[in-house]
């Protein structure tokens, strides 16, 4: 001991325009959605160009999910080097320009790792924007995270539709898909302008290449993997669901998809007024008790006016969990981009196991079972709702927890 003490941590920069910061953080959100959108479109056109059997397609779409879960450690260390804005300008560019990759693979190993280096830059560029959004979410003293992850579903979605309209088109999806990147890139740049640069303080420790998740992250992030594997279970299967166990056409089957992620879509959107008014732990009681009885709705389906309403409770149940889980790790300890990957890396991997365990659930008994499990993962969150108490904030805007030296409390900037 040498006397002598760390200096503070000088004050958090002030939002001099609020409203395009949150602006310019949403419309962030709704590119990351777009690139998802466009390739999730021209999957079919890979897979014939290819010649891929069902197997080597779906070991292909697992590498997305592998490189995400590798590289969203590293996000940390290039928020703390570069800050905030040039994180995010960089790794949503670099994720842009990863769109053009996967239709450019003249075979099944080279699709796989151009996928893995587009996971790798997805899973990047997720956690630099949340860790902002975090930000600007406490500096502005109200919830936005909601709002901020129904931007990216809406992004997907006006994204699809034009990757629809090509495929109709027949429009070879190797010139498709580089445009669209080429496009989403222009428009990443000016809107980046608009994000605060947030910094470290100055003798902060920069964060490891690779580490484990903080314990305190791991429970947020069991939250998160309770409502994204009834989210990944229900966009993969609710299709099958429909048309097998319900008897549903093939038209009503194959819109499954499209009716929940608007839902999805829609509450997210709506949802910071819910958070707002209810508080985090409220809000994801209801949302779990609405889900759970979606689930049951959808194990009792015999037909689809039963199933169909089920998904679309599930999907307006679990809708905001995942924005809050987000919010709550980046309250967690002087380094959120750390804590936000780790609890991206524990609700992502639910994503990537999801679909797998559903499928072999029902291989072994059958989907009405495979539904039995995700209604019960939509139970769990009223139990562990708590977890999220981080992201409550009182009516004056402050943290209902106490912060940290170097993570000082939002005040109230909306008005300004």
């Known amino acids: 001991m040498n006397g002598t003490t760390a200096p503070p941590p000088p004050p ?56 995400s879960s590798l590289a969203m450690p590293l996000a940390g260390r290039f928020v703390h080097r570069y800050g905030g804005r040039a994180a995010v300008r960089g790794l949503i560019s670099l994720w842009c320009l990863a769109l053009a990759l996967p ?37 502005l003293g109200r919830s936005i995270m909601s709002g901020l992850h129904g931007m990216w579903s809406a992004g997907g979605l006006l994204a699809s539709a034009f990757g629809i309209l090509a495929a109709h088109l027949d429009l070879d999806a190797r010139l498709q898909l580089a445009v669209t990147a080429l496009v989403l890139l222009a428009l990443a740049q000016p809107v980046c302008r608009g994000l605060p ?14 580490a484990l998740p903080p314990r305190s992250s791991l429970v947020i992030g069991l939250v998160g993997f309770c409502a994204v594997f009834a989210e990944g279970a229900s966009m993969d299967w609710s299709g099958v669901y429909l048309r097998d166990v319900t008897g549903a056409s093939a038209t009503v089957a194959a819109a499954s998809y499209t009716a929940f992620s608007l839902t999805m879509a829609v509450s997210r959107l709506a949802g910071d007024a819910a958070i707002r008014r209810l508080g985090a732990v409220r809000t994801t009681r209801v949302g779990g008790a609405v889900a759970t009885v979606g689930g049951l709705l959808v194990v009792a389906a015999d037909s689809p006016a039963l199933a169909i309403p089920g998904f679309a409770l599930l999907g307006i149940g679990i809708a905001v969990i995942v924005p809050l889980a987000f919010a709550a790790a980046g309250r967690i300890g002087s380094n959120p981009s750390q804590a936000i990957a780790g609890v991206a890396t524990v609700t992502y991997t639910s994503g990537l196991i999801a679909p797998a365990v559903i499928g072999a659930l029902a291989q072994a008994t059958s989907l009405t079972v495979s539904f039995g499990l995700v209604t019960a993962l939509a139970f769990a969150l009223l139990l562990s709702a708590g977890a999220l108490r981080l992201a409550e904030r009182n009516s004056g805007g402050e943290n209902v927890t106490a912060t940290s030296p170097e993570k000082p409390s939002g005040k109230d900037l909306s008005t300004i």
């Not at 996971?119 to 930000?135: F, T």
């Open 103 to 139: 239709a450019l693979a003249p075979s099944l190993p080279v699709l796989c790792a151009a996928l893995l280096v587009y996971g790798a830059a997805a899973g990047m560029a997720d956690v630099a924007m949340n860790a902002q959004g975090v930000e600007i979410e406490e500096r």
């Open 197 to 210: 640069d947030i910094r470290a303080h100055e003798g902060a420790e920069e964060p490891p290449r690779f």
């Open 12 to 67: 958090p920069e002030p939002l001099s325009a609020p409203r395009r910061a949150r602006a310019s953080i949403a419309l962030v959100f709704c590119v990351h959605g777009a690139v998802s959108g466009s390739f999730v479109t021209r999957i079919p056109w890979l897979q014939d160009r290819l010649d891929l059997s069902t197997g080597q397609l779906g070991l292909a779409l697992v590498m997305p999910a592998i490189g």
